[in-house]
C-alpha cells in the first residue's frame, strides 16, 4: 500500500501560482510513476499531468502545457506540481496518484492506470 497526502492548495488570483505537493508512505515512492488530476464540480475527473519512476519523462495536458512543472523528490518520497499563471478554469480538486513503474507513458494519462490516490487539495483562482 501506498499512502499519499496532498498538500499546497489554497484561494489564489488569476495569474498567480500555487506549488501542490504530494507526501508518500508505505512502499518505495522511487518504484512508482506519479501522476495529477483534477477534478471541477460536475465534471470527470481529468489528467494534468505525469513524470516517470526515474524523472526521466514527463507528460502534460494541453490545458497546462506551458504554464505547469511536475518534478519528484524520491530521497524526500514526494512529488510536486508547480503551476503558474493560474486560470479561473484551473479550479478544481487536486489529486496525486501513483502508477507502477513499468506503465507505458502513453497510459499514464488514464485513471484506470493509477493503483493509489491521495485524497486532492482544493485549488481556487479567482478572477
Known amino acids: 500500500q501506498v499512502q499519499l497526502e496532498e498538500s499546497g492548495g489554497g484561494l489564489v488570483q488569476a495569474g498567480g501560482s500555487l506549488r501542490l505537493s504530494c507526501a508518500a508512505s508505505?512502499?518505495?515512492?522511487?518504484?512508482?510513476?506519479m501522476g495529477w488530476f483534477r477534478q471541477a464540480p460536475e465534471k470527470e475527473r481529468e489528467f494534468v499531468s505525469a513524470?516517470?519512476?526515474?524523472?526521466?519523462?514527463?507528460y502534460y495536458a494541453d490545458s497546462v502545457k506551458g504554464r505547469f512543472t511536475i518534478s519528484r523528490d524520491n530521497a524526500k518520497s514526494t512529488g510536486y506540481l508547480q503551476m503558474n499563471s493560474l486560470k479561473p478554469e484551473d479550479t478544481a480538486v487536486y489529486y496525486c496518484?501513483?502508477?507502477?513503474?513499468?506503465?507505458?507513458?502513453?497510459?499514464?494519462?488514464?485513471?484506470?492506470?493509477?493503483?493509489?490516490w491521495g485524497q486532492g487539495t482544493q485549488v481556487t483562482v479567482s478572477s
Open positions: 496518484a501513483v502508477a507502477p513503474g513499468y506503465t507505458a507513458g502513453t497510459s499514464l494519462s488514464n485513471t484506470l492506470s493509477y493503483d493509489y
Open positions: 513524470i516517470k519512476w526515474s524523472g526521466g519523462g514527463t
Open positions: 508505505g512502499r518505495t515512492f522511487s518504484r512508482y510513476d
